[in-house]
């Protein structure tokens, strides 16, 4: 049986049994006095008795290479399309606070504008011609139903 020394077998040990990520060809390879010795490359007067223990070719490699790059452009449009998804609906939620502003800002002058036309017995209005006049009864009446619309259009919840 052939002689093992302490440092070999551990570092043999080590290689194999960690779980390394790293990987590169481990070799065993006899000498001329019978001892077994491993290591990641072999000496070239000793290529006839290596044997190649672990280790990856380039080709696996470079589909181990290719299976990250790809699971990395997937999770990396995975998140755009995320960070997409939260910017519209930030700008959806921004959009709904405006126009819910802009309602009860509408609400507030239509009952202010409906409590002046019912307080008030003659409304005065700039003209197209841009002289004041008076509104009739009918207009004034108009008037009011079109502000109640508008009540119940913009201070609906």
Known sequence: MAK???ITIAAFSLAIFTGSTVEADIYRWTDSH?????????PAE???????????????STQKTSASAKTLKSR???LNESKAQQKEEQLKTKK?????AHRT???VLAKEN????????????KGKDGEYRMLSHEEKTRKETELKKQIKEFCAK
């Not at 709904?96 to 819910?100: A, F, G, L, P, Q």
């Not at 409906?114 to 005065?124: C, D, V």
């Open 4 to 6: 093992y020394s302490f």
């Open 96 to 100: 709904e606070r405006t126009m819910k």
């Open 105 to 107: 800002k509408n609400c």
């Open 46 to 60: 000793y290529k006839t008795t290596t044997t190649k223990l672990k280790g990856s070719s380039t080709r696996a």
């Open 34 to 42: 019978g001892e077994t010795h491993y290591g990641d490359k072999a």
């Open 114 to 125: 409906l409590k002046t036309m019912q307080e008030r017995a003659r409304i005065r209005v």
């Open 76 to 78: 990396l449009a995975q």
